[in-house]
């Protein structure tokens, strides 16, 4: 079946760096792009990037841009988000989600990893 | 693109019929989800361009609008549908969401 599974949160300083992968299986990976979509503790969705599925496209929320990257390796079915410059207010649950289409489809994001928390504190 | 939700939260009983609205800050055309979200879990799609019913999603679930305005409704509330709604829109990057209504039950 169609799955994401996401790893690499943590406990980390600000101004620190972590990276975020996301492992796909049951679909055609290289055929689709993928989304980064945090939430804050009690806040709501955050929509934070997106990349084609050749990775040629890349965009990201204003809050973010600057410091973290996304990327993806479809040899490896893999999605990831490298964030540089941490704060406070980056602590969340990052979730990765499958784009119906191969950039940003008029259709929504109905396949959703479970999340991985990341904390930024000292 | 900003999208707005309201209300930011409703109070509802079981058996009502509610509604909550999505504005966006331009014209999306019909490029707009609706998810539903309980506690510590992933969003689940409910609606796609603006009115498609997703597969297993109960037919209490109706969505309507284009341009910039656009409704979610609910027949008829039943207890698992107490959760945070949001929209998103998809016309243009970045895709964002609206910032969410929260059905507590009265």
């Known amino acids: 079946q169609v799955q994401l599974v996401e790893s690499g949160g943590g406990v980390v300083q600000p101004g620190r760096s972590l990276r975020l992968s996301c492992a796909a299986s049951g679909f055609t990976f290289s055929g689709f792009g993928m989304h980064w979509v945090r939430q804050a503790p009690g806040k709501g969705l955050e929509w934070v990037a997106v990349?084609?599925?050749?990775?040629?496209?890349?965009y990201y929320a204003d809050s973010v841009k600057g410091r973290f990257t996304i990327s993806r390796d479809n040899s490896k079915d893999t999605l990831y988000l490298q964030m540089n410059s941490l704060r406070a207010d980056d602590t969340a649950v990052y979730f990765c989600?499958?784009?119906?289409?191969?950039?940003?489809?008029?259709?929504?994001?109905?396949?959703w990893g479970l999340g991985t928390t990341v904390t930024v504190s000292s | 693109i900003q999208m707005t939700q309201s209300p930011s939260s409703l109070s509802a009983s079981v058996g009502d019929r509610v509604t909550i609205t999505c504005r966006a800050s331009r014209s999306i055309s019909g490029y707009l989800s609706w998810y539903q979200q309980k506690p510590g879990k992933a969003p689940k799609l409910l609606i796609d361009t603006a009115s498609s019913l997703q597969s297993g999603v109960p037919s209490r679930f109706s969505g309507s609008g284009s341009g910039t305005v656009f409704t979610l409704t609910i027949s008829s509330l039943q207890p698992e549908d107490f959760a945070i709604y949001y929209c998103?829109?998809?016309?243009?990057?970045?895709?964002?969401f609206g910032q969410g209504t929260k059905m507590e039950i009265k």
């Open positions: 989600a499958k784009d119906p289409d191969i950039l940003t489809g008029i259709n929504g994001l109905a396949v």
């Open positions: 998103q829109q998809s016309y243009q990057n970045p895709p964002t």
């Open positions: 990349i084609s599925n050749d990775g040629s496209e890349k």
